[in-house]
């Protein structure tokens, strides 16, 4: 016992005792960071790229919900589960517009933007209409509508039309689209424009004066 405590006593001893407990603590220290660091870049990307991908889109990242990242628009929609007032509007059109069943009609489901600033009147009587007519529609053969582009408040189809002429081209296209206007009670839609996907006849001179 005498010979062991003078040399754990003795100054160099100590300075060993010191340094090793030094690099003990260092090395602890060293071990607390990166275990540290570690945890916190492999918890980064769980919550990094939804909130870059929602900041991309111009969403607030805290408000970013399952479903909004699914598009508004839809082209699996069938025509026959189109709200009943966008096929009333649509099919209004085509029949009394296009067809020139009854023009007043067809008048209550256009857009102004399809009008072209004709009036009530000049829609009626005039000699000319802003939009390609198809007076030889077959009103016996229902038009086949197939609907391209929906949103609750907007919708692309193509009508195929019948006609009643026995020679030449008895069948053609036509490109239609309608909005929803309008808000709660007041909403419906209105037929935003008509095009033929052909060149058909022309019916009037759009130059022509207005009667009346």
Do not use: C
């Not at 100054?11 to 220290?29: C, D, E, K, M």
């Not at 095009?195 to 009037?204: G, M």
């Amino acid at each position: 016992m005498s010979a062991v405590q003078p040399s754990l006593s003795s100054p160099r001893t100590s300075r060993i005792i010191f340094g090793l407990g030094v690099a003990l603590l260092i090395a602890a220290v060293i071990v607390f960071i990166v275990k540290r660091d570690h945890g916190s870049s492999s918890a980064t990307p769980t919550t990094k790229p939804a909130a870059a991908e929602a900041k991309a889109n111009g969403l607030n990242p805290g408000s970013l919900q399952k479903n909004q990242r699914q598009a508004d628009v839809q082209t699996s929609k069938k025509w026959s589960q189109v709200e009943p007032g966008a096929k009333l509007a649509v099919q209004t059109f085509i029949r009394d517009g296009a067809a020139e069943k009854n023009l007043a009609s067809a008048w209550k489901y256009t857009s102004p933007s399809l009008r072209q600033g004709f009036t009530l009147h000049q829609w009626v009587h005039g000699n000319a209409l802003p939009f390609q007519v198809y007076p030889e529609m077959d009103a016996k053969i229902p038009p086949s509508i197939t609907l391209v582009t929906w949103s609750p408040r907007s919708l692309e189809a193509e009508v195929g039309l019948a006609s009643t002429y026995k020679k030449g081209r008895t069948a053609h296209t036509f490109q239609i689209g309608a909005e929803k206007v309008g808000t709660g009670a007041k909403a419906h839609w209105l037929v935003t424009y008509w095009n033929a996907l052909y060149t058909p006849p022309v019916h009037a001179d759009p130059s022509q004066t207005f009667g009346g």
